[in-house]
């Protein structure tokens, strides 16, 4: 039996733009001759050329970043103070070093939504018949990631922009199932802002404002945003591995996505 590793990541990097102006990471890079000023804390007097191999030190970088940049998990204090008021016992919503490890590797499951408009808002109805189209039958703990029209938007100016998003029901049809960990490929598990903000100035309805994202009230759960190489997955028959860095008290954390497939 051998096993096949599919990247589901994007790459952390100065140039592509896969978050607003705002908040996009900066990566600062040292060539090994150009950190020698820290090794002089370590090897007083000692010179580039006197280092084994005559080049210096070493490669480093120095990164500007939120828990939010590049391929991440959200967890449920990301989205409200508290969570699980479904099951009538409302507790603090966890922090992401307090994520179940076991939620975080398990069989994947790939809702294919690329057909959708940018901003539509997906419902429990469209989940529903995508699980019937692709025959999956939805079990506790899957990991079910969708793949938007985000997937090949990312670098584009208005990749932040592009995409449906996933709407209260469809995600509390997951949830209530016992799905705890989802996914997407565009930048929110929401519909992007720039639509909803649309609605909401029509309407005057504020429930529509991250709707997905603040179904963890009542059940808690996690998302993986900005994923990357979802068209290339089967809709099922793998295992996702995404194991977020253990961050203390935090929102999020980054995370390199992985399917795995035993063949």
């Given at each position: 039996?051998?096993?096949?590793?599919?990247?589901?990541?994007?790459?952390?990097?100065?140039?592509?733009?896969?978050?607003?102006?705002f908040?996009r990471?900066?990566?600062?890079?040292q060539?090994?001759?150009?950190?020698?000023?820290?090794?002089?804390?370590?090897?007083?007097?000692?010179?580039?050329?006197?280092?084994?191999?005559?080049e210096?030190?070493?490669?480093?970088?120095?990164?500007?970043?939120?828990?939010h940049?590049?391929?991440?998990?959200?967890?449920?204090?990301?989205?409200?103070?508290?969570?699980?008021?479904?099951?009538?016992?409302?507790?603090?919503?966890?922090?992401?070093d307090e994520?179940?490890?076991?939620?975080?590797?398990q069989?994947?499951?790939k809702?294919?939504?690329?057909?959708?408009?940018?901003?539509?808002?997906?419902?429990?109805?469209d989940?529903?018949?995508?699980?019937?189209?692709?025959?999956?039958?939805?079990?506790?703990?899957?990991?079910?990631?969708?793949?938007?029209?985000?997937?090949?938007?990312?670098?584009?100016?208005?990749?932040?922009?592009?995409?449906?998003?996933?709407?209260?029901?469809?995600?509390?049809?997951?949830?209530?199932?016992?799905?705890?960990v989802?996914?997407?490929?565009?930048?929110?598990?929401d519909?992007p802002?720039?639509?909803?903000?649309?609605?909401?100035?029509?309407?005057g309805?504020?429930?529509?404002?991250?709707?997905?994202?603040?179904?963890?009230?009542?059940?808690?759960?996690?998302?993986?945003?900005?994923?990357?190489?979802?068209?290339?997955?089967?809709?099922d028959g793998?295992?996702?591995s995404?194991?977020?860095?253990?961050?203390?008290s935090?929102?999020?954390?980054w995370?390199?996505?992985?399917?795995?497939?035993?063949d």
């Amino acid at each position: 039996m051998t096993r096949r590793f599919v990247d589901l990541s994007i790459t952390l990097c100065n140039d592509v733009v896969s978050d607003p102006p705002f908040m996009r990471p900066k990566i600062t890079y040292q060539k090994h001759g150009e950190t020698m000023t820290e090794m002089q804390h370590f090897f007083p007097g000692v010179t580039a050329e006197q280092v084994p191999g005559g080049e210096g030190f070493a490669a480093a970088e120095t990164i500007t970043l939120t828990t939010h940049n590049g391929t991440h998990l959200d967890a449920p204090w990301h989205f409200h103070p508290t969570q699980d008021a479904a099951s009538g016992e409302v507790r603090p919503a966890i922090t992401i070093d307090e994520v179940p490890l076991e939620w975080c590797f398990q069989p994947g499951v790939k809702l294919d939504f690329r057909h959708f408009p940018d901003g539509y808002v997906v419902t429990a109805a469209d989940v529903e018949a995508e699980l019937a189209r692709i025959g999956h039958d939805l079990k506790p703990l899957e990991i079910v990631m969708v793949n938007t029209a985000a997937g090949k938007a990312l670098g584009r100016p208005d990749f932040v922009n592009v995409g449906c998003g996933m709407g209260y029901d469809a995600t509390m049809y997951l949830t209530s199932r016992g799905v705890r960990v989802t996914g997407t490929d565009a930048w929110s598990w929401d519909a992007p802002f720039a639509h909803t903000a649309k609605k909401v100035a029509e309407t005057g309805d504020t429930s529509l404002i991250w709707e997905g994202h603040k179904a963890g009230r009542d059940i808690g759960y996690c998302h993986l945003e900005k994923l990357h190489n979802l068209e290339v997955l089967p809709p099922d028959g793998f295992i996702v591995s995404c194991f977020p860095h253990k961050i203390e008290s935090a929102s999020a954390g980054w995370t390199r996505a992985v399917a795995i497939f035993e063949d």
